[in-house]
């Protein structure tokens, strides 16, 4: 069977990896290297350059500015890259990275490589999960999984450890992006029960303040400023990247750039001892970031510190001697390090593909949700359908209504967040289902269905029950959500719960006492006659001070009014049915309120779409 290979397509650097006899196994590219730098540069003559070469050319030729790095970050967006005459988007840049790997595999394993399992960071959202299946798709690879990245690392590491019940905590630090994950392994299973991550944070921060103090400090020395210089700043960063990794191991290191700059007087050189105490010291801020995603994945996965056994390290800044002692001090457990942080992600995603080809046995894999997903309803309140940290892929359906007599449309307002309020979570998108038969509110159902697939692109569906009729959307409009936003969203959720739920309590109210106005009115309208003067008289009196008290903004009140007025119309109601039925109309057995509306007198408005 032909192969599937994994993809760990990183903001820094890409690798690829396939199973062989059960073990998987990093491919060397054509240059000679595991690690592909995700970097796409054009010559002057045309010629695509993908990887070394288009690093190398970066640094000779910096101010021919077709060089592309870290499009990982504008994954999902509509950013556009200008290369000469033409325009690129990040699918596409991404792709040319994508073929790079394929070629490399196919070279290496001397066959086709048509199908691949592709890695991205744990809070990618649902259009930078697209954007990367369709960059595999314009790659020529057919993308059968996208994985998270920490879930990847946990598959490679529990390979060999499968029948263990272990909890893991996943510490992935990247070039580009940073992720925390809680998961739990066991008798082949692998379970994500949180994540959380900052798609801001990576090694390349580290670098530019390695950078930031070389230029101040030949700033002072020289007073040349390196920023206006291009080609400086191409080199500089180069000499960034290596100083930081030879602080890994040394506790100094020399920076050396002859001929950098040069004035009146002559060339100037660059030549400055850094010691790891100054490196930490200029990125201390930075370490102290990476608590905030790790406190919340500890928190958001509902286990204590000492219930986690493991603490593995990702990513090959996690090399930094600082990152680990954090990762330590924050853990209290000495972190993993049986596991080379560079290849782990690689192999876990070609471990994937070698249980989707049937070469790993006994193994399943379970992710979950970020955030939650709904829609909006009566009331711009926010409907939860899929709960944040739910097991992909999941599929769950409600049942809802109409708000208005006779209505034949009502639209899907597709929502993502924490918050009660639909305004305050974020817009994924809008659909209508027409045709509906005409009929009396709360009549009509409609099914409306959810579905994660196993990427974690979103799939969402309405159905009339009465004629089958049905529409979707997929998801895939950017929505450029960062883990900013997202820790902000989950923050604010909490901050807000108790005036969100007070302001959800207060506009289902105000929403149930319209219904219950109208519907009161009609059938004094319609069957008044029916009725003795003084029953009559009594319902209209509610009626007024039910509108008096909605307008003197009295939540208190116009819940009690609200039921004092349903009771009164439920007794008028049983009194024009108290007559026995003929045999051929026999009632509805039950005489159950519509979907989503309880009749225990403590409603919830669920069922009322919006329109």
Same mark, same amino acid.
């Given at each position: ?13 890409? #690798? ?15 240059? $000679? ?74 070279? %290496?394993?001397?066959?086709?490589? &048509? ?68 998961? @739990?392994?066991?008798?082949? !299973?692998?379970?994500?029960?949180? !994540? ?6 990576? $090694? ?6 390695? *950078? ?60 400055? @001892? ?47 001697? *600082? ?8 853990? $209290? ?22 249980? #989707? ?18 829609? &909006? !309803? ?21 049942? %809802? ?9 009502? @639209? ?15 817009? #994924?998108? /809008? ?19 959810? @579905? ?36 902000? *969203? ?27 106005? =109208? ?6 309208? &319609? ?12 319902? /209209? ?13 009295? &939540?208190?009140?116009?819940? =009690? ?11 008028? +109601? ?7 039925? =003929?045999?051929?109309?026999?009632? *509805? +057995? ?22």
């Amino acid at each position: 069977m032909p192969k599937i290979v994994g993809i760990d397509l990183g903001t820094t650097n890409s #690798l690829v990896a396939f199973v062989e006899a059960g073990q998987p196994v990093v491919i060397t590219s054509a240059e $000679g290297s595991e690690l592909v730098p995700s970097i796409v540069g054009f010559s002057k003559s045309g010629e695509r350059l993908v990887g070394d070469l288009a690093k190398r050319q970066a640094i000779s030729n910096p101010e021919r500015t077709t060089t592309i790095i870290s499009i990982k970050r504008h994954m999902g967006t509509d950013f556009k890259a200008q290369i000469d005459d033409k325009v690129y988007t990040p699918q596409e840049i991404s792709a040319m990275i994508l073929q790079k790997m394929k070629a490399d595999a196919e070279a %290496f394993l001397g066959e086709a490589v &048509e199908k691949a399992v592709i890695t991205v960071p744990a809070y990618f959202n649902d259009s930078e999960r697209q954007a990367t299946k369709d960059a595999g798709t314009i790659a020529g690879l057919e993308v059968v999984r996208i994985i998270n990245e920490p879930t990847a690392a946990a598959i490679a590491y529990g390979l060999d450890k499968q029948q263990e019940l272990l909890k893991i905590l996943v510490f992935d630090l990247g070039g580009g992006t940073f992720d925390v994950s809680v998961l @739990e392994i066991g008798e082949g !299973t692998y379970q994500v029960i949180s !994540t959380c991550g900052d798609m801001r944070l990576g $090694g390349d921060d580290w670098d530019q303040r390695i *950078m930031d103090y070389l230029v101040d400090e030949f700033k002072k020395q020289n007073s040349i400023d390196l920023r206006i210089d291009r080609v400086a700043m191409q080199r500089l960063k180069d000499a960034a990247e290596q100083a930081k990794k030879e602080l890994s191991t040394e506790t100094a290191t020399t920076v050396n750039l002859p001929f950098l700059a040069a004035d009146a007087s002559g060339p100037k050189h660059l030549e400055m @001892e850094l010691t790891r105490a100054r490196f930490e010291e200029l990125t201390k801020d930075l370490v102290e970031r990476l608590k905030g995603p790790f406190d919340k994945a500890l928190a958001d996965s509902g286990l204590r510190l000492g219930q986690i056994q493991k603490v593995i390290l990702v990513g090959g800044c996690t090399r930094m001697p *600082m990152v680990q002692a954090f990762a330590k001090k924050i853990s $209290g457990k000495e972190p993993t390090r049986d596991v080379d942080p560079d290849k782990v992600v690689s192999m876990g995603a070609a471990i994937q593909g070698g249980v #989707l080809a049937g070469e790993v046995k006994d193994m399943v894999l379970l992710d979950v949700t970020s955030l939650s997903m709904g829609i &909006e !309803t009566a009331g711009g309140v926010f409907t939860r359908i899929i709960e944040r940290n739910s097991q992909i892929p999941i599929s769950k359906q409600k049942v %809802f209504t109409t708000a208005a007599d006779g209505q034949t449309t009502v @639209e899907v307002h597709v929502l993502q967040g924490e918050r009660d309020l639909a305004a305050h979570n974020r817009s #994924l998108g /809008r659909f209508e289902l027409k045709n509906i038969p005409p009929s009396p509110k709360g009549i009509p159902q409609i099914e409306v269905a959810f @579905e994660i697939d196993a990427n974690g692109i979103l799939n969402v569906s309405a159905r009339d029950r009465a004629t089958n009729n049905k529409q979707k959307i997929t998801i895939q409009s950017p929505t450029n959500l960062t883990p900013e936003e997202i820790d902000r *969203m989950v923050k604010e959720a909490q901050t807000y719960q108790e005036e969100d739920a007070k302001l959800k309590v207060e506009r289902q109210a105000r929403t149930l006492a319209d219904q219950e106005i =109208e519907s009161a009115e009609k059938l004094l309208r &319609e069957h008044g006659s029916r009725f003795a003067t003084d029953k009559l008289q009594r319902v /209209r009196d509610v009626i007024e001070r039910l509108r008096a008290v909605l307008e003197a903004l009295d &939540e208190e009140r116009t819940i =009690e009014y609200t039921k004092v007025l349903k009771g009164l119309v439920y007794n008028l +109601s049983s009194e024009m049915y108290a007559q026995p039925a =003929e045999p051929e109309a026999a009632p *509805m +057995s039950g005489g159950a309120p519509p979907p989503g509306v309880s009749d225990s007198g403590d409603e919830e408005i669920l069922s009322w779409f919006q329109k």
